[in-house]
């Protein structure tokens, strides 16, 4: 496999405060990471520099490949939508500003995705946090873009609206967009990650998939991976017990 | 960005309370402004309780000036209400009726005329101290006002007194003597009297008597003139020194729609910027993603990384603010022309004023916007600092200390309302300063605070 991201001894400072250090991974087409830790571990500021939000303090990112999109696609956790346009006019809006060569079809075809076509004329004010969520997400796969970062994508959602986001994230990575999304919800990341990143304290302290960080928490296959998380990160001497 | 501009203009046409208050506020305020800068103060309602006998009058010599002039006088420089006691003034006076109560004595006219003693009146007020601040002034000045103009009656009446005594003839007052020598011609006649004498003790005795009426002629006809300058011992004549006289109307609509074009301008701008970090869109449109210039021939967007770059942001922001409210103000100018004689032909100069105050307004707004994180906020800020710059702008110098008017002098030279109004009221009226000195104000203005707008628009999120 070729990876389409890159991420090299990413590090963020704010002042005093060390927010990332020595932060590398590279991610393959087609996978579907989870970004996991704990509150201030540094996952949002992880995926903000990736999207380009932030500059890193120091190393790089690099996407190979794929001149023919947009770099990396992002939805935020709170939607980034303008409430008193349609939902048809937000998408079309942002295909026009990515320059899209035809936006009337991105449109279409993100309106079917989403299953929101019928749905396409009503405000995104008036939608429910699950559908301007899905509309989130759409935007930020206008143009294409090998890989998606998605901020706490399920926050705000009900267990349905969440079921039928993930349906629209696994079908897009299915497509083979690599997508890399932060949670809290380390059972979401259990259930449709393929890989798990996990930081603490601004540190990556384990890469890979669910089943092998069940097995290093002490976890049988079929077992909690937030329990196997919690202990993983205890047994670590740079992260002592009780500060989870 | 002609996409963000008709998104904005397609959000601002579906938000029809904001656009209705965006109108209808800024033009209700520049119209009470104008009418409040337009308009004299009304006349005070005052009692007036003349207790002067009536028919009573003030002997001047042998004029008599009816004491009733003075009432007259009064009742011209108030909104006279007549009431016959004292008690009923009070009354009205403590039921709000009337501002204030003036009692004019039954015995004016005899101490007018003892010349010892100053006629005195009664004025009976009540309120909060700003009424009684405003009973006071106002009735000062109408009194002021009263007494000048009965003393103007008393000094006609007077010199035609002294006018009698010096030229003769008949007094035309029932029961005065007729066709009476006047001073002026004592000393001619007593002179052909005088050729006629013999020399002796009465010729001296005529001699005497004559070089004294011709003094006293004399002496009398300077009083006659001193008469009239104590009167009105310093007359006023006005030089402007520079510009040209503006109507208070004309500056009024100067004013308003100023007031008009920054309330919009600067409300739209700070509004626009702030809701896009309040839908959090701003990250989105002006993040720069990793390989993101790296594009395809046929795709056009993210030319350098971003979906439109901050200044393009702010240009567009300023723009829509700016272009909304020059079509306000400008609407405003030539519907109030209907009313208020404007001069068309100086409408390229308007366009060029109204054009750079609202550019300036818009980049002021922008800057707001910039700081603040969400519209509630920023509309909040954009009020709270337009309202202030407004009053500032407007303060004549000399009413307020030196110290305090240098420092409205700066705040107003760094905030572009006064240098607006400036540019407008040159535009309207000829006023000074140039126009092209408040241009190049306003023009400097715009890119400072475009460039504040741009250093806080840095942290994003």
């Known amino acids: 496999m070729s990876a389409v991201l890159s991420v090299s001894a990413i590090a963020k400072r704010y002042g005093e405060l060390q927010a990332l250090k020595d932060i590398s991974f590279e991610a393959d087409r087609g996978e579907l990471i989870a970004v996991v830790g704990p509150n201030g571990a540094g996952k949002t500021t992880l995926l903000s520099i990736i999207v380009g939000i932030q500059p890193p303090s120091a190393g790089t990112i690099s996407r ?98 969440r079921e039928r986001l993930w349906e629209f994230v696994s079908a897009r990575v299915a497509a083979g967009t690599t997508v890399l999304f932060s949670t809290h919800n380390v059972s979401e990341a259990q259930r449709y990650a393929s890989r798990v990143l996990a930081l603490a304290r601004g540190r990556l302290l384990f890469d890979g998939s669910p089943q092998t960080l069940l097995e290093q928490g002490g976890e049988h296959d079929d077992g909690d991976l937030e329990r196997a998380l919690v202990r993983f990160l205890r047994e670590r001497p740079s992260y002592p017990e009780g500060t989870l | 960005m002609r996409w963000l501009l008709r998104k904005d203009l397609r959000i601002l046409r579906r938000s029809r309370l904001l656009l209705a208050v965006l109108i209808i506020y800024p033009v209700a305020i520049a119209l009470l402004v104008g009418l409040a800068i337009s308009r004299s103060p009304s006349r005070p309602r005052v009692a007036i309780v003349d207790e002067t006998p009536p028919g009573e009058t003030l002997e001047v010599g042998s004029q008599r000036v009816p004491v009733g002039v003075y009432a007259r006088q009064l009742f011209d420089q108030v909104q006279a209400v007549e009431v016959p006691t004292r008690a009923q003034a009070i009354a009205k006076v403590k039921s709000g009726e009337v501002l204030a109560a003036v009692v004019i004595p039954p015995g004016v006219a005899a101490r007018v005329a003892s010349a010892t003693e100053a006629a005195q009146l009664e004025v009976l007020y009540n309120g909060d101290a700003l009424e009684q601040s405003l009973v006071q002034s106002t009735l000062s000045s109408a009194l002021a006002n009263a007494n000048l103009g009965f003393s103007a009656q008393i000094q006609k009446a007077a010199g035609t007194a002294i006018g009698s005594l010096l030229s003769g003839g008949n007094l035309g007052s029932i029961g005065a003597p007729e066709n009476l020598i006047g001073l002026t011609q004592i000393p001619p006649t007593l002179e052909a009297i ?87 869109t701003l990250a989105r449109l002006t993040r720069r993603p990793p390989g993101a210039a790296a594009r395809s021939p046929h795709r056009t967007g993210r030319a350098g990384g971003e979906l439109v770059s901050r200044e393009q942001l702010l240009t567009e922001k300023t723009l829509l603010a700016a272009g909304c409210a020059f079509v306000l103000a400008f609407a405003m100018l030539a519907g109030i022309s209907a009313f208020v004689a404007l001069d068309w032909s100086r409408a390229g100069l308007w366009l060029a004023a109204l054009a750079f105050g609202a550019l300036a307004f818009g980049a002021l707004g922008v800057a707001i916007g910039a700081l603040a994180r969400e519209v509630r906020a920023a509309s909040l800020l954009a009020f709270l600092l337009s309202l202030p710059l407004a009053f500032l702008a407007l303060v004549p110098g000399g009413s307020v200390s030196s110290g305090f008017y240098d420092a409205i002098g700066v705040i107003s030279f760094v905030f572009p309302f006064k240098a607006a109004l400036q540019a407008l009221d040159a535009a309207v009226n000829g006023a000074s300063p140039a126009i092209g000195l408040s241009l190049l104000h306003l023009a400097v203005l715009a890119a400072v605070f475009g460039a504040l707008a741009r250093v806080g628009l840095q942290q994003v999120e």
């Open chain 1, 64 to 161: 190979a490949g794929g001149e023919d999109g947009s770099a990396v696609g992002w939805a935020p956790q709170a939607p980034a939508l303008y409430a008193k346009l349609s939902v048809a006019e937000n998408l079309e809006l942002f295909a026009r500003l990515e320059g899209v060569a035809d936006p009337s079809s991105v449109v279409a075809q993100m309106l079917d995705q989403t299953g929101l076509a019928a749905r396409a004329d009503e405000l995104v004010g008036r939608l429910s946090g699950g559908n301007r969520q899905r509309v989130n997400v759409a935007i930020g796969l206008i143009g294409d873009p090998p890989v998606l970062a998605l901020d706490e994508p399920s926050a705000s959602l009900d267990p349905d609206q």
């Open chain 2, 194 to 280: 005088i050729a006629r004498q013999p020399h002796g003790h009465d010729r001296v005795e005529l001699e005497r008597i004559d070089a004294f009426a011709g003094f006293a002629a004399q002496n009398l006809s300077l009083a006659k003139r001193v008469l009239s300058i104590v009167g009105q011992p310093i007359r006023v004549n006005s030089v402007l020194l520079h510009g040209r006289r503006t109507p208070l109307n004309t500056f009024a609509v100067v004013v308003a729609v100023s007031l008009s074009m920054m309330f919009m301008c600067v409300l739209l701008a700070a509004g626009g910027v702030a809701l896009e970090r309040e839908e959090h």
